[in-house]
């Protein structure tokens, strides 16, 4: 994916490098994080850098997209969204997370809706699903706003969480 550019963030390709390693470590720590999407066991830079290694590297090699690093126009990290494809959906998957003190600014937002068209344009994807806590009010609001609705509930391979899934489609 080329960098994605919008008013106020732009997007690009997560790297192993330290400064995407400590990022990657504070986001994933995130109590809300925990609550919503899960604890990924990571503890250490070097944890870190084997999720992003495990994670978005290895989407991005395997299907040519994955999460990305969305930052302020002056560099600042402030949070991830991308695509995904994950066990237990047939559809290409969009999500997002941001660090708490960015949340309520409209951020998530803007970087979703540059993630579906993008998905849209240069994909051509036609249908595009995300899964969302029901708790997470914030996230399934931001869901909405991009054009996805609610379809029902979903339980992933190995976990026992009803989850909302939510779908766009053309």
């Given at each position: 994916?080329?960098?994605?550019?919008?008013?106020?963030?732009?997007?690009?390709?997560?790297?192993?490098?330290?400064?995407?390693?400590?990022?990657?470590?504070?986001?994933?720590?995130?109590?809300?994080?925990?609550?919503?999407?899960?604890?990924?066991?990571?503890?250490?830079l070097e944890?870190?850098?084997?999720?992003?290694?495990?994670?978005?590297?290895?989407?991005?090699?395997?299907?040519?997209?994955g999460m990305?690093?969305?930052?302020?126009?002056?560099?600042?990290?402030?949070?991830?969204?991308?695509?995904?494809?994950?066990?237990?959906?047939?559809?290409?998957?969009?999500?997002?997370?941001?660090?708490?003190?960015?949340?309520?600014?409209?951020?998530?937002?803007?970087?979703?809706?540059?993630?579906?068209?993008?998905?849209?344009?240069?994909?051509?994807?036609?249908?595009?699903?995300?899964?969302?806590?029901?708790?997470?009010?914030?996230?399934?609001?931001?869901?909405?706003?991009?054009?996805?609705?609610?379809?029902?509930?979903?339980?992933?391979?190995?976990?026992?969480?009803?989850?909302?899934?939510?779908?766009?489609?053309?």
């Amino acid at each position: 994916m080329p960098p994605l550019i919008t008013t106020r963030l732009q997007l690009r390709e997560l790297t192993q490098s330290d400064d995407d390693a400590r990022f990657t470590l504070a986001l994933v720590n995130d109590p809300d994080f925990h609550r919503f999407i899960g604890d990924r066991g990571v503890r250490t830079l070097e944890d870190a850098r084997e999720y992003l290694k495990k994670g978005p590297l290895t989407m991005y090699k395997t299907h040519g997209f994955g999460m990305y690093c969305v930052e302020l126009h002056n560099g600042t990290p402030i949070g991830q969204a991308g695509l995904i494809r994950r066990d237990g959906l047939d559809d290409v998957d969009i999500g997002f997370a941001f660090l708490p003190q960015y949340r309520g600014q409209g951020f998530a937002r803007e970087a979703a809706h540059a993630v579906m068209a993008w998905a849209q344009e240069q994909l051509g994807l036609q249908r595009i699903v995300a899964i969302a806590s029901p708790e997470n009010h914030p996230s399934i609001g931001v869901l909405e706003e991009i054009g996805l609705k609610k379809q029902g509930r979903i339980t992933l391979p190995g976990s026992n969480d009803p989850l909302l899934l939510m779908v766009w489609e053309v």
